[in-house]
């Protein structure tokens, strides 16, 4: 169980092209959605944090007009990056959790983001 | 506040020999603890994981990892290294669930 998914899993785009990625879980609600980027060799950079219903939380030095996010429903969350750019090519990781996961988060598989 | 100290970016070993990842955090309340394995263009899976009851947590692929409380410690150890574990490990701390800090990252190679 608690498996979440991305999708796509890579992306090339042209520079000023708007980009969707979508984070699921599958199978359970995920009342809380967060989504990190990743920099080769470098950790994880939780970007905002998302509640169901609700607007995202970003975290400071994060463009929330750059990077839209929606969590429209308890299984699926979108990040749109907008207009991007070569140095918005990175690794976008989402994870997800639940009213019943103990505080744990469960991760996607990533997408891999490439501007050119 | 809360925070991660991975000592070691790099850590090499023999096929065969142990392993040892170190995690430190700093932590005002009780945390829950977690390791990650991290293999080239994918996410994170999770090794194991540490909430409350015993200290000594045993993980999947033969890893675990003991909390110390008094030391701050969450070290992964493995006792025989294999070629399939080569990849990046994470150590992240939460109290909450919704904050989670993760460490930078050690980055494990196998040598046959």
């Known amino acids: 169980g608690a498996v979440v998914s991305q999708h796509p899993s890579r992306v090339i785009c042209k520079s000023g092209t708007s980009v969707k990625i979508e984070c699921r879980s599958l199978d359970f609600q995920a009342t809380t959605m967060f989504w990190y980027r990743q920099f080769p060799k470098q950790s994880l950079m939780l970007m905002a944090t998302s509640n169901e219903g609700s607007k995202a939380t970003y975290e400071q030095g994060v463009e929330k007009d750059k990077f839209l996010i929606n969590h429209a429903s308890l299984t699926l969350s979108t990040l749109t990056v907008t207009s991007a750019h070569p140095e918005d090519s990175s690794f976008y990781i989402c994870?997800?959790?639940?009213?019943?996961?103990?505080?744990?988060?469960?991760f996607g598989p990533g997408t891999r983001l490439t501007v050119l | 506040a809360q925070s991660v100290t991975q000592l070691g970016s790099h850590v090499s070993v023999s096929e065969g020999a142990l392993v040892l990842l170190r995690c430190n955090y700093s932590?005002?309340?009780?945390?829950?603890l977690f390791w990650y394995v991290q293999y080239p263009n994918q996410g994170l899976q999770l090794l194991l994981k540490?909430?409350?009851?015993?200290?000594l947590v045993k993980g999947i692929n033969g890893f675990e990892a003991e909390f110390k409380k008094s030391e701050t410690s969450f070290h992964l150890t493995k006792p025989s290294a294999h070629m399939s574990d080569a990849a990046e490990y994470f150590c992240?701390?939460?109290?909450?669930?919704?904050?989670?800090?993760f460490g930078t990252g050690t980055s494990l190679t196998v040598i046959p």
């Open positions: 932590s005002s309340v009780p945390p829950y």
């Open positions: 992240a701390v939460t109290s909450t669930g919704n904050q989670f800090y």
């Open positions: 540490y909430t409350t009851g015993a200290t």
């Open positions: 994870s997800a959790s639940g009213a019943v996961q103990d505080n744990e988060q469960f």
